[in-house]
């Protein structure tokens, strides 16, 4: 089945800063690449998604980008605010969601 | 719309007791799973549904059974709990499989002591 690798497992910015997230997965069958934000004690919440046909999305503050020949993908967030403090994974999708481990952001102010 | 819904928000079993969680969903979707969330490991897929009456397994299904009788329902359950199914249960449904957006419970704290 697909495995999902994600780093780094934590990550602490300055507010203002960017960051970035990187995953990797293994079936280059896989089509559908989205992320989630996960605030403390909440549910995960789809912040951003890519299909494979799509290099680059874009939403206000974040970007994803996706590389299927390296099989990676990867989200930027630019402006970085304490709000944007939480718990994000990505996930990689063929016939069922598979995520990674996820990655602890910190946004100090 | 409530979206998702999860019961109970928490439970605390004792070993070899059983169970059955509850999710109900309002948004007519044909899809819904069930996931379990540890530290450090994201979220692992238990079972599926892709529409009333089907199921199926996903990457971790070993000592859970699964029912979607009505389509806005998904049970999971657990017929003689361990302590390592001790862990954070989300139910998710989704419109389009798994190409789209899932909208996830807000959680089932469960311990198993």
């Known amino acids: 089945g697909e495995n999902v690798e994600q780093h780094p497992s934590t990550l602490s910015v300055q507010e203002g800063d960017s960051a970035v997230i990187k995953c990797t997965y293994s079936?280059?069958?896989?089509?559908?690449f989205p992320w989630y934000k996960q605030e403390l004690g909440k549910r995960p919440q789809l912040i951003i998604d890519?299909?494979?046909?799509?290099g680059e999305k874009k939403d206000q503050r974040i970007a994803v980008t996706l590389n299927k020949t390296a099989k990676h993908f990867s989200l930027h967030i630019t402006e970085t605010q304490p709000e944007d403090s939480a718990v994000y994974f990505c996930a990689a999708s063929i016939l069922d969601m598979r995520f990674g481990a996820g990655t602890r952001l910190t946004v100090k102010p | 719309n409530a979206g998702v819904t999860q019961t109970p928000k928490f439970r605390v079993l004792k070993t070899g007791q059983s169970m059955t969680l509850l999710c109900a969903q309002d948004?007519?979707?044909?899809?819904m799973y069930w996931y379990r969330q540890d530290p450090g490991m994201g979220l692992r897929l238990i079972h599926y549904s892709v529409g009333e009456g089907t199921t199926a397994k996903g990457e971790v299904p070993d000592g859970y059974n699964v029912s979607r009788l009505k389509k806005q329902n998904f049970l999971l359950g657990l017929e003689s709990a361990a302590p390592s199914q001790t862990s954070v249960y989300f139910c998710a449904s989704s419109e389009s499989g798994t190409e789209g957006e899932q909208y996830f419970g807000p959680g089932t704290r469960l311990t198993v002591t």
């Open positions: 079936d280059s069958a896989s089509n559908y």
């Open positions: 890519i299909r494979s046909n799509v």
């Open positions: 948004m007519n979707h044909e899809y």
